[in-house]
């Protein structure tokens, strides 16, 4: 018989009757056997039995013991892993989501853009944005200097060219439109989800219809930087320390994270120091954002942000040389532009501007959209007013019932009826000069508007546009209380065109609220504009040298103080 060598680590535990009847040979790493049938051996194991035993039962089955988890544990440990994998699984869609929504702004970092829109550069189509000529984008890409490049679109606006290129819900009629105004709104839907410090710009003459609304479905909770724009028109003799504190009271009803409120001139560098201080301090490391409506000054914004700080940075002072396209075309930006401004890291973007179908910009053409800017500073126009020339027949009537049964046409864009006034009360505008206004008695309103719009009453200009003009839709009807004949009781703001301040008693001295009757507190208006534009009733802003006389600072407790931001100009 030959033998068989088995390795130790390889043989099963042996018992010693087994190895009892085999002849083994050992060696130090191997066993040899010599195999032989090994003989039957039949054992029987009896145990006595005593009374104090009792029978001992089989092992239960894991977990069913006394110690086992009940039905109803079990059922909340099943709940709590559902729960724990449902949550796993929302963050991971959540991840993707914010990929995907991010996506756009990526892709736009990417791919080269104009540096004056931030249109992406493109040698397609001659009169779409970002277009460059070929033999242009050829040599600049061979040289790595795309980002140095403005397309043929922003060369014509720099010259005074009117070029719109929004189109859609807010968009703007007249020329090509390139991009919706709803895609401009999606290309800042990612700001919600990123860590950034928003510098959220209003224009003073327009402040409640360039507010934004809906800021913080595009801001989410990130600190806000309120920047009001354009306070160089405010009348003369304004004081800027009441237009601060009613700035920061009308923000205070909106509920946002702001953490100061900045009065600025780009034109003249007012207030662009302190945001520049207020945009180091809370920055930490994160990027900044430029948003705000379109038109109200972002990119006018950012060149007078660039040159402040260009004193102390030159990473800022080298980036002053290629700077965002500045224009009266709103809808001039139409793509995130990225600056890099800060010499510790860090980037400045000019995003879009949120184009409002509420605005009197989004109803008019394009060739009517420079009358709406004041170009100077505003001079209120009131009514009624010796300074103004008025015909006999209705100075006359003015004379002895004041403005009650008249019409007011502001351009051809805004008609305010008077219900009930006192012979005292005086309406004043505020807005562009373009915009003339005339004085009609509400009886020969209708034929008087259908007779001159688009020639006197203007905007819309020219017989053509005038045939196509949709009229004045929208009727609201106001009631105006006057709580203090020595103020004015409420500004009537047309959404992207200026204010109406409506004093009860205009400035006469002979009326006090001693003889200011209870009856005579009612004002009625009714205020005619097209479809869309809103129209806001709110506390009068304290502009002109009578603002400060009559203006009343809030009293606040310490905590009110605490958590009411700063203004700063």
Not at 80 to 109: C, H, N, P, T
Not at 281 to 310: P, Q
Not at 421 to 428: D, F
Not at 438 to 462: C, I, K, M, S, W
Request: proline share 7%.
């Amino acid at each position: 018989m030959a033998p068989k060598t088995l390795y130790l680590s390889s043989l099963p535990t042996l018992s010693p009757l087994f190895l009892a009847t085999h002849f083994v040979t050992s060696t130090r790493t191997s066993l040899t056997f010599y195999y032989s049938k090994p003989p039957s051996i039949l054992c029987k194991s009896v145990q006595p039995r005593t009374r104090e035993q009792t029978p001992v039962s089989a092992p239960e089955p894991e977990g069913t013991g006394a110690a086992a988890p009940t039905r109803g544990e079990i059922f909340l440990e099943r709940q709590k892993a559902l729960a724990d994998s449902a949550k796993v699984l929302k963050e991971i869609k959540k991840k993707k989501k914010r990929e995907k929504v991010g996506g756009s702004m990526k892709a736009s970092r990417t791919v080269p853009s104009c540096y004056g829109c931030g249109a992406p550069l493109q040698i397609s189509e001659t009169d779409a944005p970002g277009y460059v000529d070929p033999q242009t984008y050829e040599l600049k890409k061979k040289h790595h200097q795309l980002r140095k490049v403005l397309c043929g679109r922003c060369q014509l606006l720099s010259h005074g060219h009117m070029i719109t290129a929004v189109g859609g819900h807010g968009g703007y009629s007249g020329g090509k439109q390139f991009v919706s105004a709803e895609e401009l709104r999606e290309k800042l839907s990612h700001l919600r989800h990123e860590n950034a410090l928003i510098v959220k710009l209003v224009d003073v003459v327009d402040f409640n219809g360039s507010f934004l609304a809906r800021v913080r479905d595009l801001a989410g909770a990130n600190p806000i930087i309120l920047v009001v724009t354009k306070v160089d028109l405010l009348p003369k003799g304004t004081d800027l320390n009441c237009v601060g504190d009613w700035v920061v009271e009308a923000t205070m009803k909106k509920k946002l994270n702001v953490t100061s409120v900045h009065l600025t001139s780009s034109k003249s560098l007012v207030g662009i120091a302190g945001v520049v201080s207020e945009i180091q301090r809370e920055k930490k490391g994160r990027d900044v954002y430029i948003l705000g409506s379109a038109n109200v000054g972002k990119s006018a914004f950012i060149n007078a942000l660039l040159k402040m700080m260009s004193y102390k940075d030159p990473v800022a002072a080298a980036a002053q040389k290629y700077k965002p396209i500045q224009s009266a075309v709103p809808g001039t930006t139409l793509g995130p532009i990225q600056i890099d401004a800060f010499m510790g890291g860090g980037k400045v973007y000019d995003t879009p501007g949120v184009h409002l179908h509420h605005r009197q910009a989004a109803v008019v053409h394009t060739d009517d959209l420079p009358a709406l800017a004041p170009q100077s500073r505003l001079r209120g126009r009131s009514f009624p007013n010796s300074q103004l020339t008025l015909d006999e027949c209705t100075a006359g009537k003015i004379g002895s019932n004041g403005l009650n049964g008249f019409s007011i046409f502001w351009g051809g864009l805004v008609r305010i009826d008077v219900l009930k006034a006192l012979p005292q009360t005086c309406l004043t505008f505020y807005g562009p000069k373009a915009l003339q206004i005339h004085l009609v008695p509400t009886t020969e309103a209708d034929e008087f508007y259908q007779r001159e719009v688009g020639n006197r009453l203007t905007p819309p200009t020219g017989k053509e546009l005038g045939d196509n003009w949709r009229g004045l839709e929208t009727q609201r009807q106001l009631q105006i209380i006057c709580e203090d004949a020595r103020r004015p009781a409420r500004d009537v703001a047309i959404s992207g065109l200026g204010w109406i301040a409506v004093e009860p008693i205009g400035r006469s001295p002979e009326v006090c609220d001693t003889n200011f009757k209870e009856a005579d507190r009612e004002l009625l208006l009714a205020v005619h504009v097209p479809k869309p534009v809103e129209i806001f009733v709110r506390p009068p802003m304290p502009v002109g040298k009578g603002g400060e006389e009559w203006y009343q600072y809030q009293e606040l407790t310490e905590k009110e103080l605490e958590i009411r931001p700063k203004w700063n100009f």
